[in-house]
């Protein structure tokens, strides 16, 4: 085996901007205000208007193992605006850029928030007037914003709540959702449905710190 070097990276390493020019197959500048992104359109949107690529490489050998295979990096840059990355290859790994193999064709979705992402609990209790102690059981219980979201009277009752008190949950929750304009269609996140049937009136976390998801079957051996 013969090394001469190292393998190193150079220039832009973020891994979303370093997925995005892979994804153009090396060929489009990730600097948003180089000119080449605008001199052509559609897939040559990369080419200057001579018809001549933008983006140049060099590789730069780290070493060669005794079967041949070589490894080290590749520098990929701009001619418009010198804008730069770089990727390491290896002749022997699965994936000739082996920093390449788990991005994706296709970009996630951004994420969405979730519709109660700005709302405060504690705020939110005394704006409804919750009773001080049913606050404490949904502390007891650690239920987040998600949870109560997705709450009726039935999943509330099912905690041990008297019924009184469920219902006053129940209609500032509705109300909550109504007013923020979000009523999740996906089924996944729709839980008015859900048999709660399975769920333990009579039991409680065994720690108060205890994560509780009171939408699917819970069984505790301690009660209230």
């Known amino acids: 085996m013969a090394a001469w070097g190292s393998q190193f990276s150079s220039g832009e390493q973020s891994q979303n901007v370093k997925e995005s ?21 559609g897939d040559n949107n990369w080419k200057n ?30 001619a418009k605006c010198n804008w730069q990355t ?14 390449t193999q788990h991005y994706k064709d296709v970009p996630d979705p951004p994420a969405v928030p979730h519709l ?8 939110w209790c005394s704006q409804h007037h919750i009773p001080q102690e049913v606050q ?20 509330f009752m099912a905690l041990g709540l008297k019924t009184e ?18 009523h999740p269609a996906d089924s996944s996140t729709t839980t008015r449905n859900i048999d709660v049937s399975m769920i ?18 819970v069984r505790r051996s301690r009660s209230f």
């Open 136 to 155: 404490s059981k949904l502390q007891t219980y650690a239920l987040g914003k998600e949870e109560l979201s997705e709450m009726s009277v039935k999943h």
């Open 49 to 78: 208007k001579n018809n001549k690529k933008t983006i140049g490489s060099k590789d730069f050998p780290a070493g060669c193992r005794m079967n041949g295979d070589g490894y080290g990096t590749t520098v990929f840059t701009c």
């Open 86 to 99: 770089s990727f390491q290859y290896d002749d022997a790994a699965e994936v000739y850029y082996y920093e």
């Open 200 to 217: 333990d009136a009579s039991a409680a976390p065994r720690e108060a710190s205890e994560r509780v998801n009171p939408t699917t079957a």
């Open 165 to 182: 008190q469920a219902r006053i949950l129940a209609t500032a929750v509705d109300k909550t959702n109504n007013e923020l304009l979000l």
């Open 116 to 123: 109660w992402s700005s709302v405060n609990l504690k705020d």
């Open 21 to 41: 020019f892979w994804r153009s197959g090396f060929s489009v500048c990730q600097n948003t205000s180089c000119s080449s992104r605008n001199t052509n359109s």
